[in-house]
């Protein structure tokens, strides 16, 4: 969406790219747009496991398996932090679009969530949640209690430590960890998103357990709500294999009268989760899927990308699928003028005039920019798998 591109790989360095219009011969005036290799950011001691870049294109964080990540100034080639707080690979990171969170996910079965201090003189990120453990409440048949959407009980948390509310319906708390390490799902491909509005964002390689039995275990994928990080706000059920990737349509779609989704937004994201032999397609009309692709490698899926109505997916096996979804399968997308102000800032990029500019987001402040993004809400209970 904008005018650099990051690679990176088993030297622990990772390289910045810039498009630009060269001559295709000495002489000749005919010109071609060539990707030409920028920059270099060193600092990791072993591979680069996933990168992320900031919506502004001025920083950059790197996740390797050295355990850390890294948080880059690009315009300056400079180390700003890093972050070593897991215990065995950082396999996948993501930046929030108002550059107030960083998140990384590791193969210790932890998520952590960076906030930025928000400082007016330096960027500076401190640990805010440690995402690993879920909280249910289980009935008398020890099943996961489920809230009508009605019960004034469904959204208030307290339910869970508040004694005389347990004891007269007659539940208790229950307790079990969220994610996979790497001796049960061996892969480097955590890769974690946020929503291209800054809203929700959404967690793969996810354990979900309906109760204290270890055999009643689901492959999820958690979504979180960006103001209630400490709990699941919904949950996506994988069908066989185990979530690996997840990646977010870059545009928003019209919502129509008659949508009622999951995801309680002006208007409608599209996107994918890969796991480790599938791609199922998600529009936040619906928790049930979009589509299911399948049988299209004979490896492992390792990551997503997506290109208008085009999405390709990577394998293990050395090859690229190239996913086409015919004209208004996924929607309408939204134009810029079309945007709600609050968010239209995050999609300079549409105008392009505008985003050649780069005019600061606008001249905003990201901290009052924050202030003003729409809060979804859920029609779903969270402890809820369909």
Known sequence: MGTYMASAGVDSTAMIWSCKNTFVEMGKTEMEMRWCALKSLRGHFSE?????????????????????????????????????????????????????????????????????????????????????????????????????????????????????????????????????????????????????????FIVPCGVYQTGPEKKDVFYVSYGFIRNNISEPAFVLPSAGTCPLVIRFHPGLFERKEKDEPFVDLPYIMVFAIATQDQIIVYTTRSQEPYAIIGNIHYAELTDLSWSNDKLLASSRDGFVTLVSFDDQDLGTVLTKEN??????????????????????????KNADIEQKVIQPTFTSRKNKVQ
């Open 48 to 200: 680069i496991s996933d990168v992320a870049w900031s919506r502004d294109e001025k920083y950059l964080v790197t996740a390797s398996i050295d355990n850390s990540s890294i948080l880059w100034n690009v315009e300056k080639s400079q180390q700003l932090q890093r972050f070593e707080g897991h215990k065995n690979y950082v396999s996948g990171v993501t930046v929030d679009p108002f550059f107030k969170y960083i998140i990384t996910q590791s193969t210790d079965k932890t998520v952590k969530v960076m906030k930025n201090t928000e400082s007016k003189t330096n960027v500076k990120f401190y640990l805010k949640n440690n995402i690993y453990k879920r909280r249910c409440l289980l009935d008398e048949e020890q099943k996961v209690a489920v809230f009508d959407k009605d019960d004034e009980d469904a959204n208030d948390l307290s339910v869970y430590d508040s004694l005389e509310m347990q004891k007269e319906k007659k539940l208790t708390v229950f307790s079990h960890r969220m994610f996979l390490d790497d001796t049960e799902v061996f892969s480097f491909s955590r890769r974690l998103e946020f929503s291209p509005d800054g809203s929700f």
């Open 339 to 364: 945007i709600p102000d609050n968010v239209s800032h995050l999609f300079e990029y549409l105008d392009l005039e505008s985003w050649k500019t780069k005019n600061n987001l606008n001249g905003e």
